[in-house]
């Protein structure tokens, strides 16, 4: 799986951007977390579809980041957190045991 890190928040633009024409996967994860390390290794271990491209944020070195991604897509923040955004807007949002590569790839497919 090729995870696309965010470091800096003029990232976020770009991946709305990029919405419009593939979706694009944000996950948020806190690496001292355990549950937040189980859902990265189920992604991990899942086929990675390729009609999706993944963007990893660190949210103990990028806290600011995550509050403006919570805040621009309008969702509560979690972590872990899988944000699934499509045509600028987050269609997808999920958290903690319910990160699952089915969902996510069922999610991106519907219009």
Not at 5 to 31: G, N, W, Y
Not at 80 to 91: D, M, R, S, W, Y
Request: net charge negative; charged share 25%.
């Amino acid at each position: 799986m090729q995870w696309n890190p965010i470091i800096d928040s003029k990232q976020i633009e770009a991946i709305k951007a990029a919405s419009f024409t593939k979706p694009q996967l944000i996950l948020k994860h806190s690496t001292t977390c355990s549950i937040s390390k189980m859902a990265l290794a189920r992604l991990e271990r899942a086929d990675t579809p390729n009609n999706i491209d993944f963007h990893y944020l660190d949210l103990l070195n990028y806290r600011y980041i995550s509050k403006e991604i919570a805040e621009g897509f309008d969702v509560s923040h979690e972590s872990p957190q899988v944000l699934l955004i499509k045509n600028g807007n987050c269609v997808y949002d999920e958290s903690h045991g319910g990160i699952q590569m089915e969902e996510i790839e069922e999610q991106a497919v519907q219009a």
